[in-house]
């Protein structure tokens, strides 16, 4: 399957952070642009301009509410730096097959009773 390569205008640009100053989610905004979030979002990577400008505007429209730099504002649809940086850090754990221990149950073991604890003292 060929990578589809969208190119982001200027003028696309502008009404994506436009469309972040006005509160909009960012995915939301990606989707309505036709644009794919991982290619807005790996831009900021190679162009120093872009990514303080989407930075600014993510930073300046992000909830108050959430608690950033966790799964739960990811979750939210937070795609400011602290939640993206906690989210990569995420990632990579999950590439190196650490989830494992994420998502590993918690072993239970039953509290000793008073009585066998006895019998064991005495
Ligand atoms: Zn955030």
């Known amino acids: ?16 952070l436009d469309a972040i100053y006005a509160g909009r989610p960012f995915r939301a905004i990606v989707i ?4 794919i979030s991982d290619q807005v979002l790996g ?6 301009h872009w990514a303080a400008a989407l930075e600014a505007a993510l930073m300046a ?3 108050d509410d959430l608690t950033h730099g966790t799964n739960a504002a990811y ?3 937070c795609v400011c ?6 989210q990569r850090i995420w990632m990579d754990r999950r590439e190196r097959g650490e989830h494992a221990s994420l998502s ?3 072993q239970w073991s039953p509290p000793p009773s ?7 003292r005495l």
Do not use: I
């Not at 309505?32 to 644009?35: A, N, Q, Y």
């Not at 831009?43 to 120093?48: F, G, P, S, Y």
């Not at 730096?81 to 906690?86: F, G």
């Open 75 to 77: 979750a939210q649809g």
């Open 114 to 120: 008073p009585r066998s604890w006895n019998q064991g």
């Open 104 to 106: 590993e149950p918690v």
């Open 32 to 35: 309505d642009l036709g644009l």
């Open 1 to 16: 399957m060929r990578r589809a390569h969208t190119r982001l205008f200027p003028g696309v640009r502008q009404q994506l």
């Open 81 to 86: 730096s602290d939640c993206r940086a906690h």
């Open 61 to 63: 429209s992000r909830r």
């Open 43 to 48: 831009l900021t990577k190679t162009e120093e």
